[in-house]
């Protein structure tokens, strides 16, 4: 059985940071696009960021370029993002996901997520 749990998430200053971790269970994420989505209150799920099996491609939402850093540890098994520069609306239950395809973009796994919530 598949389980991707996040961790990392809490409550943080604005311009603050904070670290998510995805550890992933049942399947090797050597083998997956590993994503990060987040969902705010009253709105739709959206894309933050991603990272191709190797590594060798990445991509962020616009809204979070140059503050957010995605990376990965297949290793470890784990994927993580990094949040720094902390902004109001970032505030959101972050999500992590696994996916196969690059274009299509879709995701078979995702994780039950983690709180972020930045105070002004």
């Known amino acids: 059985q598949v389980h991707l749990v996040e961790s990392g998430g809490g409550l943080v200053q604005a311009g603050g940071s904070l670290r998510l971790s995805c550890a992933a269970s049942?399947?090797?994420?050597?083998?997956?696009?590993m994503g990060w989505f987040r969902q705010a209150p009253g709105k739709e799920r959206e894309f933050v960021a991603r990272i191709s099996s190797s590594g060798d491609m990445i991509s962020y939402a616009d809204s979070v370029k140059g503050r957010f850093t995605i990376s990965r540890d297949n290793a470890k098994n784990t994927v993580y993002l990094d949040l720094n520069r902390l902004k109001l609306e970032d505030t959101a239950v972050y999500y992590c996901?696994?996916?196969?395809?690059?274009?299509?973009?879709?995701?078979?796994?995702w994780g039950q997520g983690t709180q972020v919530t930045v105070s002004s």
């Open positions: 996901a696994a996916g196969i395809n690059w274009e299509t973009a879709v995701y078979h796994f």
């Open positions: 049942g399947l090797r994420i050597s083998n997956y696009i």
